[in-house]
Each structure stands twice: as C-alpha cells, then as structure tokens.
C-alpha cells in the first residue's frame, strides 16, 4: 500500500476534486478505476492507518463506482482481502459471477486478485480493512464461496464484528503501539472467526479438509513461533504431509511458508519492542524470544520488512507513548 498523502501508515485526506479521488484510491488501496455520474459534484474524505501491514480506513464519498479489471490486477504485486463495513447508503457488491446489496451495518468481502465491482448509488460511508491474503485461515476455496456475500452485521457473528470494527475506527491513533498492535492481531482473529464460520455454514455445517488442515497448521506454528528450530520438516512432520505439499498449500495463498512465519514473529516483536513494560529488555532477548537467533539477520529483515531499524522503530514508538501521556 503506497498511500499518497500518508506518512508513517497515516493517511487522511478530504478533496471535492474527483481527479485527486481517483488518484487517492488507487494510491490508498490497490489500483482501480473511479467512475462518477457527477464529477463537478463530487466530495469524499478518506482517513485511516497502517497497523501491522493492515489498512484501517473510513470512507465517506459521493455517488461514485470503483472497478478492479483484470489488467488492473496484472499489473500489481500485492494482492489483499477487502472488508467492508457499511455504516450509511447502499453498496452493490459483483464479484466471481454473484451480487450482494450491502445495507448500513452489513459487511461485504473481496478479493483484489480478482476482478470485482462496488456501486453506490447515493453518497455513503463505510470502514474498510484490507489485509494481505495470507492472514486468515481459510484457503482459497471457502474464500471464493464468500467473496461477494452479504454477512449481516445483526445476526450470528456480525452482531460482535460490525460494532467491534466501528470501536477499533474510533481507537486507532489513541492508544500506544503496542496494544495497537494488539489490537490489530485481536481484529484478524475476529474477521477470520466470522469468515471461518460462514465457511462452515455454506459446506452444510463441516469444514472443508483444505480449510481445516490451513486452519491446524496456522495454529501450529503460532504455538511454535519462539522455536528457533521450527522450520517447513518440522511442520510438514507435525502434520504428515511432505514438505512439498506444505509449501504448495501456502503458494495458494499467495505466500511462502518462510514468508508467513517471519511476518507473524516480525509482528509479535514490533508489538514488544513498542511494549513500556519489556523496555528493560534488549532488542537482541525481543528477537530471539520470537525465534530469530541471528541477530544480523534479524535486523537486516526488521529494516526490509519495517523500513527501518528496530532500534529507530522502539525509539519513535516511545516517543510517541511520552506524546500521549
């Protein structure tokens, strides 16, 4: 996520230009086309916030219609779930040959690695997340079942996501990192709960095999994460499958396994180095406590994955928990 007008994962812009709009989106969130019936008209403001490698936005915008083409889709190299929330007007969600009519409190997913239209039919407002593919814990089959999907946010699960999603808009910014990160983690779990569940009614009440092997090793591995030792064997072991078919299962989710298991303990260390109550603990005990025994590698990994040092990354988020005191 590039972010125009963002600086350190902040982003808020209001314009009544529909060029600037256009430019914002795509910039903001993956490349799309802008269509408005009303460009002279046209007004929007866009605010939210990096955490973690997840976007927290909230959209307030004229009638407009975004779409995601196929050489829109070719031409990127990161590919994300979309989650909205809908909180006024009207969404019609099309993607994978289905159409789902989004009401205020109704929540909608989707997918930028395929094509997908939304419309809006009147000026609206809605949160939406976007986070990387390999996050969740349903594979790419249950996730196709639910692309395009009305999710009522005043039955089953939605009833404790859509005002969770709503509390975390109001919270991020004022509170410090680390239980921002926190805060973070909790949502995902939350969204891939909901997600899992739906997944599970469709099939007709059981999970689909794929889903609950993903699901296994997922959880494996985040018990396993302090293990220094815990590689693509061990897992593969762990779950009597070869290490073939394990890397396979996460080239599906658009991922490597070596990948997905340094963004999760990158994540937990980000959230520790920014803890008050650990700053008595080094960067190098932070690291290893999460499985990185190398310290050079570690900190070359920190700074391609953060975009800075993890010393730069502990001092700007003490100095931001002064600024908040």
């Known amino acids: 996520m590039r972010g125009e007008d963002r600086e ?57 219609q975004v779409t995601r083409t196929p050489e829109l889709i070719a031409s990127s190299a990161e590919m994300f779930y979309k989650l909205t929330l809908q909180l006024d007007g009207t969404a019609m969600l099309v993607q994978d040959g289905k159409e789902a009519i989004l009401q205020p409190g109704d929540i909608g997913l989707y997918d930028t690695s395929r094509p997908y239209t939304l419309a809006f039919d009147r000026p609206m407002r809605a949160i939406v997340v976007m986070f990387p593919h390999g996050l969740i814990d349903l594979d790419t089959s249950e996730i196709g079942a639910l692309t395009a999907l009305r999710l009522a946010g005043d039955e089953g699960l939605g009833r404790l996501v859509s005002p969770f999603l709503s509390e975390m808009m109001r919270t991020v910014g004022k509170v410090d990192g680390s239980t921002e990160l926190r805060l973070v983690h909790n949502t995902i779990d939350m969204i891939s709960t909901l997600l899992s569940s739906e997944a599970i009614r469709l099939s007709g009440g059981s999970p689909t095999r794929g889903g609950e092997l993903l699901h296994s090793i997922h959880d494996y591995i985040a018990r396993n994460l302090h293990d220094p030792g815990l590689s693509v064997q061990s897992i593969a072991a762990a779950h009597y499958i070869s290490p073939r078919y394990l890397q396979q299962i996460f080239q599906k989710q658009g991922t490597s396994i070596s990948q997905w298991i340094r963004e999760r303990r990158m994540g937990y260390v980000r959230r520790d180095l920014g803890d008050p109550r650990l700053a008595h603990r080094s960067i190098g005990q932070i690291a290893s406590a999460w499985g990185f025994t190398n310290q050079a590698h570690f900190c070359k990994a920190f700074k391609a994955d953060s975009g800075e040092t993890a010393s730069g990354f502990r001092a700007r988020a003490r100095d931001a928990l002064r600024a908040s005191a």
Do not use: C, M, N
């Open 8 to 64: 350190g994962g902040l982003v808020d812009v209001r314009t009544d230009s529909f060029e600037h709009w256009q430019r914002i989106v795509s910039a903001s969130f993956v490349p799309l086309e802008v269509e408005s019936p009303d460009p002279p008209s046209f007004a929007a403001h866009l605010s939210g916030r990096v955490l973690d490698g997840v976007f927290f936005s909230s959209i307030g915008v004229s009638e407009h």
